[in-house]
């Protein structure tokens, strides 16, 4: 089918709820992806940071079938091996304690927000419930993350939202201070803020965060649904602050591309959620597992992730090198960049950039966002940097 068919047969059956780019993908290898026209782009987006090995990977795809062939699903009521390796990798890799597995970002962190309330509730009672988020964060789409979101823009149309977040200021400690009261629980952060933008936080911000959250008996939580899993160039973002998190939220890289959220909280609450308190179908099923130990056997290779951060500072320098007045800036950590243009020029250049044969994300107001796949080649960065040089400096 062409690209007009297939789009005629989405806008009648499909909920019209992305604004999508008018193309068709149909196969990718690497990082590269051809649409059902035979059209050739590269990949910079890798479907928001999920495909962490690039299209059609050998093993990742052998991981899948062999495990298919074998067991697909078992339900939580059985032990599986798969499972079980996962979060003893994400766990001996880190140095925290315990997983569970949820099947997206927004779920992981609806676990993760559940914990922090149960400490709470288990060590002071009720009325201990609130969470403080940051200004400009995302969190995810359900009832309750939506609200954990500090954007306006998300708290609309869906009342009543889940009560019981307060927002603070990134980057400013006394924002945090003043948010924080007798009612609160934690506080929860992306250390890079990722659909906000490409923000990293401030190091010093970061440590003064975990001070407060120690001296008040907060819990840390970290939402690494989108830095997680090698994508900043070590395994989670928060080894490179140098911060001990009580809970970790995952999702996005983990699973290579099927859908795979967790959440993994250090010794200080890894026994709070205990039997009957949380669970999901299909969370820790075997074949999902397998991808995620197939990922997780590439991506946690010390060689792996220094080659994240060595092809991230590649195209920083490039792009910065382009010399284009277009270009403001250049931010982000490892291979999850933003570069900072004007807000009115940006849909503009997105779109001159995938008819050149790149394709890219937006994020925040002014930012277009690359998160290639991490196993992106040299050869595929500089075919890349060829057509956004062409759109910069036209
Ligand atoms: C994408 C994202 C989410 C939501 O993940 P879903 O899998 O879409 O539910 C939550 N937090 C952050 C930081 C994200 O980037």
Redesign the pocket.
């Known amino acids: 089918m062409t690209y007009q068919q297939l789009k005629e047969q989405e806008t009648q059956y499909v909920m019209n709820t992305y604004g999508r780019f008018a193309i068709a993908l149909d196969h990718g290898s690497g990082a590269q992806v051809w649409d059902v026209e035979g059209r050739r782009y590269i990949d910079l987006t890798s479907g928001?940071g999920v495909c962490s090995l690039g299209h059609g990977d050998e093993k990742l795809a052998e991981a899948i079938a062999a495990q298919a062939r074998r067991l697909i699903h078992v339900s939580n009521l059985y032990t599986t091996a798969p499972m079980v390796q996962t979060a003893k990798t994400l766990c001996t890799q880190t140095g925290m304690s315990k997983v569970f597995f949820a099947n997206?970002?927004?779920?992981a962190?609806e676990g993760m927000i559940k914990l922090a309330r149960k400490y709470s509730f288990d060590k002071y009672g009720e009325g201990r419930a609130e969470i403080v988020t940051l200004r400009n964060s995302?969190?995810?789409?359900t009832v309750t993350?939506l609200k954990a979101t500090g954007q306006d823009k998300f708290h609309q149309y869906f009342f009543p939202f889940t009560e019981g977040f307060a927002y603070a200021d990134a980057n400013d400690i006394a924002s945090v201070e003043a948010a924080v009261g007798a009612q609160t629980c934690a506080v929860m952060i992306?250390l890079i803020q990722?659909?906000g933008g490409v923000l990293p936080l401030d190091a010093d911000f970061v440590r003064q965060v975990q001070a407060l959250c120690r001296k008040k008996d907060l819990l840390l939580l970290v939402?690494e649904?989108?830095?997680g899993v090698g994508r900043t160039g070590s395994l989670f973002c928060f080894q490179q602050y140098g911060i001990r998190p009580d809970v970790v939220?995952m999702?996005?890289g983990l699973g290579g591309g099927v859908p795979i959220?967790a959440v993994m909280a250090a010794d200080t609450c890894d026994t709070v959620l205990g039997p009957g308190t949380h669970a999901t179908t299909f969370g820790g099923t075997p074949l999902i597992c397998a991808a995620a130990n197939a990922v997780l056997s590439e991506v946690t290779r010390p060689e792996f992730l220094a080659a994240v951060t060595e092809k991230g500072a590649y195209l920083k320098e490039k792009i910065l090198g382009f010399g284009s007045d277009k270009v403001k800036d250049v931010r982000g950590m490892g291979l999850m960049l933003g570069i900072v243009v004007d807000a009115d020029a940006r849909a503009a250049l997105v779109q001159e950039i995938m008819d050149a044969g790149v394709l890219v994300l937006t994020a925040g107001a002014n930012a277009i966002r690359l998160l290639p796949p991490l196993s992106i080649s040299y050869e595929e960065m500089d075919e890349a940097l060829a057509v956004m040089q062409r759109v910069f400096c036209k």
């Open positions: 928001i997206s970002g927004a779920e962190n995302f969190h995810g789409r993350t992306e990722g659909e939402d649904v989108q830095t939220s999702a996005k959220g």
